[in-house]
C-alpha cells in the first residue's frame, strides 16, 4: 500500500514542471524515505526533502542520489516558522491520527495547506473494522477505561503490554482516527481516495491543491 501511496507523490511530482521541487514531510522520518524513495520515479525532479518531527533531531541530513532530506525536530500542528506556500508538496503519511484531540487535528490540517501548494495525506479509516495499531477489532469504539485494560494485559499489535495505568490509558487515547466526514470538514480542497480491503475502507488519501 505504501508503494501505491507513493504513487500519488509521484503523480502530483510529474504534474509539476520547473526548477526541482522541495517537500515537506510532516510527521515522517529520515527511514521513511530511505526505504521508499526508490519507489518515485523522481529523476532529478526533487531538490530537497524536509522532515518534521518531535521524536526527530534537527540537524540530521540524508542524501540518496541527487536529493537531500533533513531532520527538523518540530511540532507539526505548530510550524509558525515556516513561511505561507514554502514548499510545493506537503506530504504525509498515517500521522493525523496521532496528533491528539481533533482540535489539534484541526490545527495540523491548516498548517499542511498552509505550507505548501500542494498536499497528500494518508490516514487510516476509523470505520474499518480491525484497528490498525492494536489490530482489536472496531478498537476506538470501546470505552477508554476498557482499551486501557486490555493494553495492560496484553500484547495488542504492534504495542507491547503496558503495565502502568497512566501510561495505558495514554496510549488508548493519544491515538484518535478520522472518519471520512471529518476529513472531508478538515479538508474541503482535497480529492479522497480510498485504499479498499475485502470491500472496506481501510484508509484514506487525500489530494489537495493551496493555490491557484
Not at 514531510?25 to 520515479?41: I, K, P, Q, R, V
Not at 514554502?86 to 489539534?104: K, P, Q, R, T, W
Not at 503495565?163 to 488508548?172: E, G, N, Y
Request: glycine share 6%; aromatic share 10%; with cysteine.
Amino acid at each position: 500500500m505504501r508503494k501505491r501511496r507513493m504513487r500519488f507523490l509521484d503523480d502530483v511530482i510529474s504534474a509539476s514542471n520547473g526548477k526541482p521541487l522541495s517537500i515537506a514531510d510532516l510527521g515522517g522520518t529520515l527511514s521513511f524515505w530511505e526505504m521508499n524513495l526508490e519507489h518515485l520515479a523522481e529523476e532529478g525532479r526533487i531538490g530537497k526533502i524536509d522532515v518534521f518531527n518531535l521524536e526527530s533531531s534537527s540537524g540530521r541530513v540524508l542524501r540518496i542520489g541527487d536529493v537531500e532530506i533533513r531532520e527538523f525536530n518540530a511540532d507539526v500542528t505548530d510550524l509558525l516558522e515556516i513561511g505561507k506556500t514554502e514548499y510545493d508538496i506537503a506530504f504525509s503519511n498515517s500521522v493525523i491520527e496521532h496528533v491528539g484531540n481533533l482540535h489539534s487535528q484541526s490545527l495540523f490540517a491548516k498548517e499542511i495547506r498552509r505550507i505548501s501548494r500542494r498536499y497528500i495525506m494518508q490516514t487510516p479509516n476509523r470505520r474499518f473494522p480491525i484497528e490498525p495499531h492494536f489490530y482489536v477489532p472496531f478498537f476506538p469504539y470501546i470505552p477508554l477505561g476498557i482499551r486501557s485494560w486490555l493494553h495492560q494485559r496484553f500484547k495488542l499489535g504492534w504495542l507491547m503490554a503496558e503495565s502502568d495505568p497512566l501510561q495505558a490509558r495514554i496510549d488508548c487515547d493519544q491515538i484518535r482516527l478520522l472518519t471520512r466526514r471529518e476529513l472531508e470538514l478538515l479538508f474541503d480542497d482535497a480529492q479522497i481516495h480510498v485504499e479498499w480491503i475485502c470491500g472496506f475502507a481501510k484508509s484514506y488519501i487525500l489530494v489537495g491543491e493551496t493555490t491557484a
